[in-house]
C-alpha cells in the first residue's frame, strides 16, 4: 500500500519535470504565436475554439482508431504522429483549462494536436476498412456541435493552421501567468517534495530486530 501512496506524487512530479523540460531550447522546430514556422511539412487546417471542445473526448477513440488502420501513407502516418508527440507537448491534456480557456499557456497546443486528430478523422474516412467507424464518429462529433451551436465558437487561435514540421509548445513564463497552471504545476510540485521527504524518512527508519 505504501508503494501505491508514493506512485501518484511520483506522476505529478514527472509532470512537474516535464514542464521544466519543455521550456528548455530544443533542436527539434518549434513556435508559440502562429504558424510562422517551418511549412516543410504537411499542413493542418485550423480548429475552432468550439471544435477543439467537442472533439477532445473523443481523441481517445480517433488515434485508437487510426493506429489500427492498415490502409494508410506516408502523410496520413506523420499526421498522426503529429497528434501524438503534440499532446505530449500540451502534457496529455491533465492541465485544468489547456482545451477550454484560450488564455491557458497550453491552450494553443492543444489547437495543434486536435487539428491534427480531426485531419486523421477525415482522412480515414477515404480508407475502406476504417470508412464506417470514421463515418460514425464524424456524424457522431457533428451532432454534438450541432446539438450546443459550438461550430461557430472561436478564439484567437482558431484561424491559426499548423504544420507537422512545426510543433507548438507552451512557454513555461504563461505558466505563472496562467492562475490554474500555476495552481497544478504548485501542487504537482509541493506534493512531489512531501513524497521525496516521506520517503527519506521511511528510508531513514531502521526495522526493529528482535532479540
Known amino acids: 500500500m505504501r508503494g501505491t501512496h508514493l506512485l501518484k506524487p511520483a506522476i505529478l512530479l514527472s509532470v512537474f519535470y516535464l514542464i521544466c523540460i519543455l521550456s528548455l531550447p530544443i533542436e527539434a522546430k518549434a513556435h ?3 504558424s510562422s514556422g517551418s511549412q516543410a511539412g504537411i499542413p493542418i487546417p485550423s480548429l475552432s475554439h468550439g471544435e477543439m471542445a ?29 497528434a501524438q508527440i ?9 492541465m485544468p ?25 477525415l482522412q480515414m474516412r ?6 464506417a467507424a470514421a463515418s460514425d464518429l464524424i456524424s457522431e462529433i457533428d451532432g454534438v456541435l450541432v446539438r450546443n451551436n459550438l461550430s461557430l465558437v472561436l478564439c484567437r487561435f482558431s484561424g491559426e493552421g499548423f ?29 512531489a517534495v512531501t513524497a ?12 526493529v530486530v528482535a532479540d
Open 32 to 34: 508559440t504565436g502562429g
Open 54 to 82: 467537442v472533439i477532445a473526448p473523443y481523441y481517445g477513440r480517433i488515434v485508437a482508431l487510426a493506429s489500427s488502420a492498415s490502409d494508410t501513407d506516408e502523410a496520413f502516418r506523420r499526421v498522426l504522429n503529429f
Open 86 to 94: 503534440q499532446r505530449a507537448y500540451c502534457l496529455w491534456g491533465v
Open 97 to 121: 483549462g489547456s482545451v477550454a480557456d484560450e488564455d491557458s499557456p497550453f491552450n494553443e497546443c492543444s489547437h495543434a494536436y486536435l487539428a491534427a486528430a480531426k485531419m486523421a478523422l
Open 126 to 131: 477515404t480508407m475502406k476498412d476504417e470508412k
Open 163 to 191: 504544420n507537422t514540421a512545426d510543433l507548438v509548445r507552451p512557454q513555461l513564463a504563461g505558466i505563472f501567468l496562467h492562475g490554474k497552471s500555476l495552481a497544478a504545476t504548485m501542487l504537482a510540485l509541493m506534493t
Open 196 to 207: 521525496l521527504w516521506w520517503t527519506a524518512r521511511l528510508l531513514r527508519i531502521k526495522p
